[in-house]
T-cell receptor
Framework: GAGVSQSPSNKVTEKGKDVELRCDPI?????LYWYRQSLGQGLEFLIY????????KSGLPSDRFSAERTGGSVSTLTIQRTQQEDSAVYLC??????????????FGPGTRLTVL | AQSVAQPEDQVNVAEGNPLTVKCTYS??????LFWYVQYPNRGLQFLLK??????LVKGSYGFEAEFNKSQTSFHLKKPSALVSDSALYFCAVRDWAGGFKTIFGAGTRLFVKA
């Protein structure tokens, strides 16, 4: 079956511009996560959605970052007024959520963001 | 708050030798523990997990991990390393008390030399 997909795969933007990154989770997965992986670094948790509950935004690094999830499925991560330090690979993952709380996460291929 | 530590940035091992990649964690409740692997130019893949039961869990590609509650550790092991095991390995913890938020360690790069 289809896995987690992300688009675009690569995004180059100029400093100060806004960008939107998209994630399509596995069908039926109620939990969706966004992470950031900087070059040579680990995964930094950004935000987590579970069904219709309020998202856990505790990992968002600044108010320039926001995310939404429409209809409990597709999610969009928006970065406003991008800075060079935002350059990283942004990973999305999904999980069955409450239906399978001990399940592993399924990761998308990531979006590589480069801010010039 | 939950946290994960991978004390080694890099582990070097000769092919055929046993390997260990270390992970320690901190949670307020019972932990769900995971290992993931990231091969060059590929996405993150699940290796194995500990939820409950036997402390020794077996996963993909011949890997196993031992849950040690007293030491709050979940070290990844393999009896005989392969060059193809060279990759970036991440330990992750989910605290049931914290919902489904999952925190990842900084990662350990494994180099297996022929």
């Amino acid at each position: 079956g289809a896995g987690v997909s992300q688009s675009p795969s690569n995004k180059v933007t100029e400093k100060g511009k806004d960008v939107e990154l998209r994630c399509d989770p596995i069908s039926g997965h109620t939990a969706l996560y966004w992470y950031r992986q900087s070059l040579g670094q680990g995964l930094e948790f950004l935000i987590y959605f579970q069904g219709n509950s309020a998202p856990d935004k505790s990992g968002l690094p600044s108010d320039r970052f926001s995310a939404e999830r429409t209809g409990g499925s597709v999610s969009t991560l928006t970065i406003q007024r991008t800075q060079q330090e935002d350059s990283a690979v942004y990973l999305c993952a999904s999980n069955p959520g409450l239906a399978g709380g001990n399940n592993e996460q399924f990761f998308g291929p990531g979006t590589r963001l480069t801010v010039l | 708050a939950q946290s994960v530590a991978q004390p080694e940035d890099q582990v070097n091992v000769a092919e055929g030798n046993p390997l260990t990649v270390k992970c320690t964690y901190s949670v307020s409740g019972n932990p769900y523990l995971f290992w993931y692997v990231q091969y060059p130019n590929r996405g993150l893949q699940f290796l194995l997990k500990y939820i409950t039961g036997d402390n020794l869990v077996k996963g993909s590609y011949g890997f196993e991990a031992e849950f040690n509650k007293s030491q709050t550790s979940f070290h990844l092991k393999k009896p005989s390393a392969l060059v193809s095991d060279s990759a970036l390995y991440f330990c992750a913890v989910r605290d049931w008390a914290g919902g489904f938020k999952t925190i990842f360690g900084a990662g350990t790069r494994l180099f297996v030399k022929a």
